[in-house]
């Protein structure tokens, strides 16, 4: 079994920063590419950014050149940093990985979620 534990939402005024993380625990072989996806109430989840094992990053044009996404293997760990945050990055931020447990098949599994609310 496989865990994403996410941390690091919040409530943030608009232009302020903020730094998601997610660590991956549980019988883990290897983990592949790590990612951040959203979803705002009323729409579907989006991409929003993700990484390779590599080091490799795709974005989502809405957040490129404000979003940062990077991960640490040998912690299994996954970081966004957000920074001239906008009202509409208000959204749930899911991290994704795809992991091969070590009992068998690469599987991608989900954290449960946290809340990115960006008001004055």
């Known amino acids: 079994q496989v865990q994403l534990v996410e941390s690091g939402g919040g409530l943030v005024q608009p232009g302020g920063s903020l730094r998601l993380s997610c660590a991956a625990s549980?019988?883990?072989?290897?983990?592949?590419?790590m990612g951040w996806y959203r979803q705002a109430p009323g729409k579907q989840r989006e991409l929003v950014a993700t990484?390779?094992?590599?080091?490799?990053?795709n974005y989502a044009n809405s957040v490129k050149g404000r979003c940062t996404i990077s991960r640490d293997n040998a912690k299994n760990t996954v970081f966004l940093q957000m920074n001239s945050l906008k009202p509409e990055d208000t959204a749930v931020y899911y991290c994704?990985?795809?992991?091969?447990?070590?009992?068998?098949?690469?599987?991608?599994?989900w954290g449960q979620g946290t809340q990115v609310t960006v008001s004055s």
């Open positions: 990484i390779t094992s590599g080091g490799n990053t």
């Open positions: 549980g019988s883990i072989f290897s983990v592949f590419v």
């Open positions: 994704n990985a795809a992991v091969r447990s070590t009992a068998g098949p690469v599987v991608g599994y």
